[in-house]
């Protein structure tokens, strides 16, 4: 399918009229797929979504059906789905918008899920900023309990299920999926060790799934379109490389920065960053080159604009260095910003969010911020490009030094930045200039 | 006297069937007095720690974890806005925005007037990049917010409010 003849879906109902009301939702074929799913086993949903090739939409891109398999086949008592809805990657919104503009889409998206995975309770873990996603989501699950879409014997399946929308408390690391957990069992959000995987013991100890808000968006579509519908949009699988799962389905990619258009656009997965830029994001702004582009949130590293025309699937950016994929966030920086300051930014953020069990991230992503500090204030010396790579090669192996991916994502941007931007650094420290930007000295 | 309004003990009943362990209600009873009162006082940690049988330290490691929670001696203003200062919000003037409105109104961030009406707060990416730059008033975005847009929003007469 081409990029020009391809049509929304995920974003299929944004600006249609009461696009959140129940109605509204079920006068498209809302719920219908959701009907469809209940009258199958659940292992053959968990085929479906499995056999799409759908891989996570929340910055790992693991498979999600292969995942739902994790869980143990004979479990007494009860399974958890955690929805994760923390969203706080710099550069992502696609979760706010999907769950401001068509909540019913998400939430028909667990209750398949859910059935799945033979979950009867479902935690929709909320950032608190998103309040407005939170009063919207609200009046949906009302909603849908007062249309038998949950509670006991959902549409006179037999099947019973309870969403409960639980909000956090502004941290990014409740979005690390065992943070999360921790976090909504009422403590710190310190991300656990793994093994045990959440699949065998999660939430309350208790076998859980936890997925991302566009994870639970697609599920509607390929059960009510089929595998193949999925499967004709994106990447395929790279008969070279066995290990490659493909890149398929529609894809919320968020564009930020200096672009004149910032925003959120949905196309088949694999649409190269140039062409995202240029066609979707308007262009850089004020006439200027992009100097670096994020490809999928902060953690991901930087890609020159010579690298701009690597395609957004879950193997491009890897190709050029990055990270991956992660949240397909898209952060355009144009040619007039210094990358010193950007990087300062990028490590500053790490510094803030990381949870403080792991001795090389705190100290690391503390370390490479308060060298960074000193570059801006003109102090720097050229030997600190090569510890700032030292501290960015030695804080986030996992496993291994650090029991979550937070320093892994934290030390891409120091690697990338300062590989592919070296010269821009030595030429910084050597004229001992001092950092135009407006940062508040000492607010971290 | 209870530190906790019936509003907030009728909230954390609510909340406790929803959940296999009692703790798991820390958040929502974290939530829901300090939007009433503006921080979350130690004799409140007591109370909520009675009411969900745990110790009032546990309480108080997870409120002390989320900086987002206030102590009895560094309550919020009666508005909170947090501003963005993550990078794409820094592409489009996130950290002159923040420094200009805690110049405007003689306080660091973090600080809150000496009046008792505004706290302003750094925030990192707030999850509306598309409308860099931005904030967070309470738990409602702004897109897009000029200098003049955060002063007025400010100086809104209209709810949230807290008694404080
Ligand atoms: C530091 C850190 C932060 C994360 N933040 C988020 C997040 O905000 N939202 C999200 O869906 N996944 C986030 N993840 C990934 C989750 O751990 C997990 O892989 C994901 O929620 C699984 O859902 P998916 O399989 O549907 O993508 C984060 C991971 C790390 C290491
Ligand atoms: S890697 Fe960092 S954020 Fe993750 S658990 Fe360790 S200290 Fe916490
Ligand atoms: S960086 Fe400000 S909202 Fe994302």
Redesign the interface.
Known sequence: MSQTEFKPVLLGRVGRPDSQSLASYRADGGYEALAKALKMANTEVIDVVKNSGLRGRGGAGFPTGLKWTFLPKDVNGPIYLCINGDESEPGTFNNRVLIEEDPHQVLEGIVISSFATRSTTAYFYLRYEYGRCYRTLQKAVDEMYANNLLGKNILGSGYDLDIYLHRGACAYICGEETGLIESLEGKRAWPRIKPPFPAIEGAFRRPTVVNNVETMACIPHILKHGTEWFQSMGIPKDPNNPRDAGSYGPKLYCISGHVNKPGLVELPMGITARDLIDKHGGGVWKGRQAKAVIPGGLSMGFMTNAELDTPLDFNGPGRVGCLGLGTAAVVVIDDHTSMVDVLYNACRFFAHESCGQCTPCREGTAWSTKILERIRDGRGKLSDIDLLLEIANSIGTIPGTTICGLADGAAWPIKTGINKFRGEFEEYIKSGRRSQSHALAGAH | MSELSDNAKQTIAEHLP????K??????A??VVQQERGCVSNKAMEEIAAI?ELSPA?IH??AS?????RTEDNPLGQKRI?VC????C???GG??L??AL?EKYGI??GETTPDGKLTIE???????????PCI?L????HLRCSLEDVERIANEPSPPTRKV
């Open positions: 929803r959940y296999p362990s703790q798991a209600v820390t958040l929502p974290l939530h969900l546990q490691d997870t974890f989320y900086g987002f929670f947090w200062r993550s990078l794409p820094m592409l489009r950290e002159e923040l420094a805690c660091a961030p750094l925030a990192e990416c707030l999850g509306a990049c598309d409308g860099a967070l309470e738990d409602e975005l």
